[in-house]
C-alpha cells in the first residue's frame, strides 16, 4: 500500500483580499506614506487604524509600530521598567519576548508552565514573593490563555505591572473579555503568520493615558505626537515629551492599511481556523499515543495553530516521528529539541540572559509537545489528510518500539 502524502506548504497565507490591495495603491499614489506625512486635517492610515484597533479591542488608546517584538520593547518602558528591574514571564513563549525584555534592560524570572501550557499558579506566586518583581509579562503563547482570574489576582496582590503579550490571541476572548484586555497593556503582531497579515506590524492597547503617550513619543513622534487615532491630552504629552526616548519604530500608512483592511474579515477567519482547529484536534485524539488538552469552555480561542502532547513514545524518538511526518509533507514543530529550529526556540537557548534556574516541569512539558501550523489555506479536506498522516506515523512508531523491547 502505497501511503498517502500531504502536498501543501505549511507556510502559505492566503492572498491580501483585493479592495485592501486596491487602498494601498491609492495610497502609493499619493506619495504620503509617512504616517505624519498629512494634509491639513486629514487623518493618516496609521492614525485611522489605531482609531479602529481600538475600537475592536475596547481600548482606550492604540499605538501601531513597526513589529510585535518591538511593541512589547515599548510597552514596557511606557509602564516605567527600568534596566535591572525584574519581570516575570511563563517560560513558554518564543524568542521575540525574551529579546524585548532584554532590550528594555529586564531581568527575567521564568515562571513555571502546567500539562496544559498554562503559567504554573503556584510557581507564579512563589516567584512574585521571592523576586519582588513588579513587572509581569504574560506571553499567551500558541493561544492558550491561563486563568486570568489568578493571574490578575497575584499581579494586584504583590503589585506587579501586567503586559500580555498577544501576539497568538488577536480576536480571543476569556470569560467573555478580550485578550489584552486584563493588563495594564497589551501588544499584538501582524506579522504574516499571526492573525493578521502586513508582513511586519506591531500594535499596543491601553487605558491608560501615560503609557499611552510614552508609547507614542517612544515609537517616534518627534513633537508630532497628537497625531494619533487615538491621542492623549496636551497635557499628558508636555509632561512626559521630554523624558521619553525616540525610538522610531513608526509604522507606515501602506502597512497601516493592510493591517485596517483586514480587521472586518478578522471575525470569519477565527471561524475559519476553528473549524479547522476542532476537526485536527479530533483527528488526533483518535491515536492513543497522541493528546490535545481540552480548551476551558471559557475560553473563546483562535485555532490558528494546534499543539498536541505525544504519548507512550519516549522524547528521544519523538525526532524519528517528526521526520517520519515530514516524509509525508507534514510539517510538525517539536518543542522538545536541545537545539532551536526555524521559530522555535525554548527557555534554556537564549543564553544572553545568563544562567536560568532549570524549570523542570517547563522542560518536561515541552519534551513532548508538538506543534502544528493551521493555515488558512489548508481546507478540511487537507486537516484530515494531515490528522490521519500523524496518526499513522504515530501509531506505527510505537507499535515499532514497544515491539523492538
Ligand atoms: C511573533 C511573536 C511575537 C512578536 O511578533 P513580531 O511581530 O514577529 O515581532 C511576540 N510573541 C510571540 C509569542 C510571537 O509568536
Known amino acids: 500500500m502505497t501511503k498517502a502524502l500531504f502536498t501543501k506548504p505549511f507556510t502559505q497565507q492566503e492572498a491580501v483580499p483585493d479592495e485592501v490591495i486596491d487602498r494601498v495603491v491609492e495610497i502609493l499614489k499619493t506619495g504620503r506614506l509617512h504616517r505624519y506625512n498629512t494634509l491639513s486635517d486629514e487623518l493618516s492610515e496609521a492614525s485611522l487604524l489605531e482609531r479602529d484597533y481600538a475600537e475592536y479591542q475596547g481600548s482606550k488608546y492604540c499605538i501601531a509600530c513597526t513589529s510585535g517584538g518591538y511593541a512589547l520593547t515599548v510597552a514596557l518602558r511606557s509602564i516605567g521598567l527600568k534596566p535591572g528591574d525584574k519581570i516575570l514571564a511563563n517560560a513558554y513563549t518564543l524568542a521575540p519576548v525574551p529579546g524585548a525584555i532584554y532590550a528594555a534592560g529586564g531581568v527575567l524570572v521564568f515562571v513555571d508552565i502546567d500539562d496544559d501550557w498554562h503559567t504554573d499558579m503556584v510557581d507564579l506566586e512563589k516567584k512574585a514573593a521571592e523576586s519582588d518583581a513588579k513587572f509581569m509579562m504574560l506571553s499567551h503563547m ?90 492623549p491630552s496636551e497635557e499628558m504629552f508636555r509632561r512626559i515629551r521630554l523624558d521619553t526616548p525616540n525610538m522610531s519604530g513608526r ?44 480548551r476551558a469552555q471559557h475560553e473563546a480561542f483562535v485555532g490558528s495553530s494546534i499543539q498536541f502532547q505525544v504519548r507512550n513514545i519516549e522524547s528521544r524518538n519523538i525526532p524519528e516521528l517528526v521526520s517520519r511526518c515530514a516524509a509525508r509533507g507534514v510539517e510538525i514543530k517539536w518543542f522538545g529539541d536541545d537545539e532551536p529550529k526555524a521559530f522555535t526556540s525554548r527557555y534554556d537557548s537564549w543564553q544572553y540572559l545568563g544562567e536560568q534556574p532549570v524549570l523542570a516541569k517547563t522542560m518536561e512539558v515541552l519534551s513532548k509537545t508538538c506543534d502544528l501550523r493551521v493555515p488558512l489555506t489548508f481546507d478540511e479536506a487537507d486537516c484530515s489528510l494531515i490528522f490521519q498522516i500523524i496518526c499513522e506515523e504515530a501509531d506505527l512508531l510505537a507499535d515499532e518500539l514497544r515491539d523492538a523491547g
Open 251 to 294: 509604522i507606515d500608512n501602506m502597512r497601516a492599511a493592510l493591517i485596517r483592511g483586514q480587521l472586518s474579515g478578522l471575525e470569519n477567519n477565527i471561524q475559519r481556523w476553528n473549524s479547522r482547529y476542532r476537526t485536527l484536534e479530533q483527528g488526533l485524539m483518535g491515536s492513543k499515543h497522541l493528546h490535545v488538552p481540552e
Open 142 to 231: 500558541r493561544g492558550h490563555i491561563a486563568d486570568m482570574d489568578a493571574i490578575v489576582a497575584i499581579c494586584s496582590k504583590y503589585d506587579i505591572s501586567l503586559v500580555e503579550d498577544c501576539a497568538h490571541t488577536m480576536g480571543a476572548h476569556w470569560k467573555g473579555a478580550r485578550s489584552g484586555n486584563f493588563g495594564k497593556v497589551a501588544c499584538f503582531s501582524a506579522q504574516t503568520y499571526k492573525h493578521i497579515n502586513s508582513g511586519e506590524g506591531g500594535l499596543i492597547t491601553t487605558d491608560d493615558e501615560e503609557v499611552a503617550a510614552r508609547a507614542i513619543v517612544h515609537t517616534g513622534s518627534y513633537m508630532l505626537y497628537q497625531r494619533h487615532g487615538t491621542p
